[in-house]
């Protein structure tokens, strides 16, 4: 990995300023001269604006000191009618009011101390001189505006060339859109959303977003509750009799996902259900009967599936609507969210959705099992864009469609997760962060929203793989000037010999992602993987010597020897793992 330190944070404000002067100084000026044109206004509130435009404090500009500036007794010793103490006429007969002369507005007088440009105009110049002095002006601003655009467009440039090992080694196709302040300032796509028929993505494509559904299965509630017709405090037993204590649960345990509900996702037969066309009231019976986890509302244990697949059913009872009209009524329609909907196995052929899939090896991929998404109503099941996910951002955080009280529910920070987001502390941007990523078959999300900059970062993929989450940190970091790495597989790779070398198992504690469990690190010829104790396979990308990047889950990973040269340890990201023997 490649470090890259803080870019200087001017060129946007000096972009945004340059641009912004360039625009309403030459809008301005252009108004001024065709109104001058057609004679709708005069030289002289010409004059003024362009004294304004220019900053200009000339000699003699006011008419109270016309006789100073005109017919002081330096400039003639006696009056003369029609015409100057120089001899030069003036055209329009108006009296400068002390001795008589006549001046004109942009016509005959060039003198410097007398007549000055500005007030007593000779033939042709003092209006072409204001006019040359602007357009002086308006090219230093502009030549100012185009030295910050070019570095504006380096930015756009940096961020494409970042993605470019991820989009080349196969660990990224899809879309990105940046925004700040209420302007893009990156968006592409890359790859392809049919490999078998050449298919590129587009900015229009659209993607399964796994976990980050969650974000329109809360705003749902959340609008059904500023209707009056739930309550937060809502226990679920109405809805659900047969969820063994959904007495104490309410709603804003299933929201916050501190409802100690067994979960879906868990269970033995969670990818035969997958293979089923589902409704939320049939995934809420596949946990009816179990017991709690832990006490409702005391913790947030994981990401509870089966909490919002509930959700999608109070949903439904509430509104007498199937889920994806409810959240089409609720929410799509009113965010103007055109391109986006409820995947519940009738409307995939007509949404053009992007076809998704998985890593394959180091470095191939594969098409991804087809599942039927009405399996993940609620927790997993949306389908939209870049475009309308930033769209969906900029609505909530400007304080539409949502109450005040409901939006201030979604975006408390007092807990670090719920309602679809995560909300954090983050040092690296030195604000509190909203985001949230989401995998599910063929697919990886990420959105980021930085309140104090305005920025959005969206990142939508049809390969399975979690670089969409480091992707769009790293593209916020880009844009905020802050020191980022960049992603290169080890060229040339290590040969089969080396990676023998790295092989073992290693036990990690009670705090890693799976509690005590013991991974195993294997070599297949030029390839090395990690199995896990379900049996899942993550491919490792050579990045270094001894260094790799977990394919599925894009989490760092670093052999640590002894002084004998063996594989001592592993670290995972920030877990640390202890051989208990080694493979020769």
């Known amino acids: 990995m490649q470090r890259f330190d803080r870019a200087p944070n001017i060129v946007r404000r000096q972009f945004i300023f340059a641009t912004a002067a360039v625009d309403a100084v030459a809008k301005r000026a252009a108004t001024f001269e065709d109104e001058f044109a057609r004679g709708k206004i005069g030289l002289g509130r010409r004059r003024r604006w362009g004294r304004r435009l220019l900053g200009s404090t000339a000699r003699g500009r006011n008419t109270q000191n016309y006789a100073a500036n005109c017919c002081s007794k330096r400039a003639h010793k006696k009056p003369r009618r029609n015409g100057l103490a120089d001899g030069r006429q003036c055209v329009r007969k108006r009296n400068c009011g002390d001795c008589g002369c006549q001046f004109g507005p942009a016509d005959v007088y060039t003198a410097v101390d007398r007549h000055s440009s500005l007030d007593h105009a000779s033939a042709g110049e003092p209006g072409d001189r204001m006019f040359l002095r602007m357009v002086a002006a308006l090219l230093s601003l502009a030549l100012l505006a185009s030295a910050a655009l070019a570095q504006e467009r380096s930015r756009a440039e940096r961020i494409d060339a970042y993605l470019q090992p991820y989009v080349q080694s196969g660990n990224f196709s899809g879309a990105v859109l940046a925004k700040e302040n209420g302007k893009v300032v990156f968006e592409k796509a890359y790859g392809l959303a049919d490999r078998e028929h050449k298919v590129p993505n587009t900015m229009d494509t659209r993607f399964h977003v796994a976990s980050v559904s969650m974000q329109f299965t809360a705003a749902a509630v959340l609008r059904l509750v500023d209707e009056g017709q739930l309550s937060l405090d809502m226990q679920v037993g109405e809805f659900a009799p047969r969820i063994k204590g959904g007495e104490k649960i309410m709603v804003r345990d299933l929201l916050t996902e501190r409802s100690g509900l067994p979960d879906i996702n868990n269970l033995p037969e969670y990818n035969d259900i997958l293979q089923q066309h589902q409704t939320p009231a049939s995934l809420v019976a596949k946990i009816e009967g179990q017991a709690l986890l832990f006490e409702p509302g005391s913790k947030f244990l994981h990401e509870e599936h089966s909490a919002y697949n509930l959700l999608a059913l109070i949903v439904e009872k509430k509104t007498g609507l199937p889920f994806a009209s409810a959240v089409e009524r609720l929410v799509f329609r009113p965010a103007r969210m055109e391109a986006s909907g409820i995947d519940d196995d009738s409307n995939a052929g007509g949404a053009k959705i992007a076809i998704g899939y998985q890593p394959e090896g180091i470095y191939g991929v594969s098409r991804a099992t087809e599942i039927h998404w009405s399996g993940k109503t609620g927790n997993a099941s949306v389908f939209t864009t870049v475009g309308d996910e930033t769209k969906w951002v900029e609505t909530l955080f400007a304080g539409q469609l949502l109450k005040a009280s409901s939006r201030d529910a979604m975006l408390d920070t007092s807990l670090t997760v719920g309602y679809g ?164």
């Open 421 to 584: 987001w995560f909300k954090r502390s983050n040092k690296r941007f030195e604000e509190t962060t909203y985001s949230m990523n989401g995998r599910a078959p063929g697919f990886a999300s990420f959105v980021l929203y930085l309140p104090k900059e305005k920025m959005s970062v969206v990142v939508f993929s049809n390969i399975y793989s979690s670089a969409t989450t480091t992707i769009g940190y790293d593209i916020a970091a880009i844009l905020g000037g802050l020191p980022y790495e960049t992603f290169h597989p080890s060229d040339p790779p290590p040969s089969a010999a080396d990676l023998k070398t790295c092989t073992g198992t290693f036990q990690f504690g009670a705090d890693f992602y799976q509690a005590n469990a013991q991974l195993e690190v294997i070599a297949e010829g030029q390839e090395l993987s990690l199995r896990w104790p379900g049996g899942s396979v993550s491919p490792l990308i050579p990045v270094g010597l001894d260094q790799f990047v977990d394919r599925a889950y894009w989490e760092q990973v670093k052999i640590e020897r002894d002084a004998a040269g063996q594989p001592a340890g592993l670290a995972y990201g920030s877990f640390h793992g202890t051989a208990i023997h080694n493979k020769k």
